[in-house]
């Protein structure tokens, strides 16, 4: 009898890692398609926005024209909030699967039309206002996929192991970013610097359908987490429907400010590395287009390993002290990052970039744990995307445009670094308030929230 149960044991514990593959499978699929097509907006509204649809700007200067091309990148963070806050009412109502569906062919959509823009040359100030449109859809969608892609992951995972099995979404942004720079990369290796600016980048844009569409397949597949699945009943045995923000702010008002702050940090030093380096490598190191494509796909691919060895290390020794490390080395990195890129040595920019990249990812590979940590699973979509949609606001959309002004204004580097380490003292500020939940079964989150209304 004893044997039998051992079995019985071994075998449920092959299934759930069986299932739990598969829901990461899915998750990663969706998240690849949805930030190849995030990112290669971002590398583009470097090399091609800036000339093709804000060639006279301000004061007719080259970083002007990269500030209006960075405020459009920014429509993008501002719609999503938006979407996150839609996504997740409808996510904890009707499930995580179908919106994911729905947010995947709609960021493939906006992506795919970008391609098809004509530039300011030839339509005028319906181009820019064309991308603005596209940017602001395709910011919706993805304001939608990260909660629900990593809350299915996180609702499925061991206790014990939440936080390696969510960093794998997490690095999937890592592996979106790798394979649009890739795509770059190969087509402004195999065109000619007139070529890839007149017509080659649309290609990149136009192969966002055959990405969405293997994303698509893949994840209709996926089934919901029990845990989730009970709380659907016990709403309805109750009479109580799924909460929204209202009643996250009102409930869980703490978790929610300081799950969004405890992010601005990282989100700001990640997007100065993959997105205002590009600008400042062009214009003040005179890097080419290949240079600057090849630096963003080896560090994206560096973090794409260290990303999922950092969320292993938050189950092992918590996800606060995991952060800590992670913003310690930051505050350490950044006053040198600048140094590093002045070398203008190829393998030393880099080892500039993937050190940065290795402690923001320490901050990030965990927050999706976390995240799925604070809050019930009837609010869960809906809170965690607040969290992370708006600190995306506050930091990463306007991260590369701030950099750019003080860059612009000052003529240093000083400034941006003194606007860094002050970002990461508000998450540190935000990580020292927040309760350790490595560990924390879900089950028990949603037994402490029903507390609350008996």
């Known amino acids: ?34 930030w190849y097509e995030f990112f290669i907006y971002g590398i583009a509204s470097t090399l091609v926005f800036s000339k093709l649809f804000f060639p006279v700007m301000g004061d007719g200067s080259v970083l002007m024209g ?39 062919i709609m960021v493939g959509f906006a992506t795919f039309m970008m391609g098809c823009i ?7 100030y319906a181009a820019p206002a064309l991308l603005v449109i596209l940017r602001f859809i395709q910011g919706f969608a993805v304001g939608g996929e990260w909660g629900g892609a990593m809350l299915l992951v996180g609702e499925h995972s061991p206790e014990h192991q939440r936080g390696f099995w969510t960093s794998f979404p997490q690095a999937a942004a890592c592996a979106g970013n790798v394979l649009a720079s890739l795509v770059l990369l190969g087509l402004s290796a195999l065109l000619v610097a007139e070529d890839f600016l007149a017509w080659g980048w649309r290609v990149a844009f136009w192969l966002s359908a055959i990405i969405v569409f293997i994303g698509y397949y893949i994840r209709k597949n996926v089934e919901e987490s029990d845990v989730f699945k ?20 009102r409930h869980y008002p703490k978790q929610a400010i300081c799950g969004m702050l405890m992010r601005v940090g990282e989100n700001s030093a990640y997007y100065i590395i993959v997105v205002f380096s590009i600008a400042y490598l062009s214009i003040q190191m005179q890097f080419t287009y290949s240079t600057i494509l090849a630096l963003l796909l080896c560090a994206n691919a560096f973090q794409f390993f260290s990303m999922i060895s950092c969320g292993y290390l938050s189950d092992k020794i918590g996800r606060k002290k995991t952060m800590y490390i992670g913003y310690a080395g930051l505050i350490a990195w ?20 993937c050190t940065g990249l290795l402690f923001q990812g320490m901050c990030y590979a965990g927050q999706g744990a976390v995240l799925s940590e604070i809050f019930p699973t009837r609010m869960r979509y809906s809170g965690a995307s607040f969290c992370y949609q708006i600190s995306s606001i506050l930091a990463g959309s306007i991260a590369p445009m701030i950099a750019t002004l003080l860059w612009k204004k000052f003529d240093s580097t000083l400034p941006i670094t003194f606007y860094i380490l002050f970002v990461i003292t508000i998450s540190i500020i935000a990580i020292v308030m927040l309760k350790e939940t490595g560990g924390r079964s879900l089950r028990d989150v949603d037994y402490e929230d029903s507390k609350k209304f008996i």
Not at 241 to 247: L, P, V
Request: aromatic content about 10%; hydrophobic content about 45%; glycine content about 10%.
């Open 1 to 34: 009898m004893e044997m039998v149960t051992k079995i019985e044991d071994v075998e449920s514990t092959v299934n759930e890692k069986s299932n739990i593959k598969k829901v990461v499978g899915a998750a990663m699929a969706g998240t690849i398609a949805e």
């Open 230 to 249: 009970e709380s659907i009943q016990r709403q309805e045995e109750q009479q109580k429907a799924s909460a929204g923000m209202k009643e996250v702010l």
């Open 118 to 124: 004509p530039s300011y040359a030839s339509i005028g």
């Open 66 to 104: 990269i500030i209006a091309a960075f405020a459009t990148y920014a429509v993008g963070f501002l719609a999503r909030p938006l979407g996150g806050l839609v996504f997740g009412h409808y996510g904890d109502k009707y499930g995580r699967k179908r919106l994911l569906q729905i947010s995947l």
């Open 334 to 353: 950044i006053p040198f990052y600048f140094f590093g890129l002045n070398t203008g040595e190829f393998w030393l920019v880099l080892l500039s970039m």
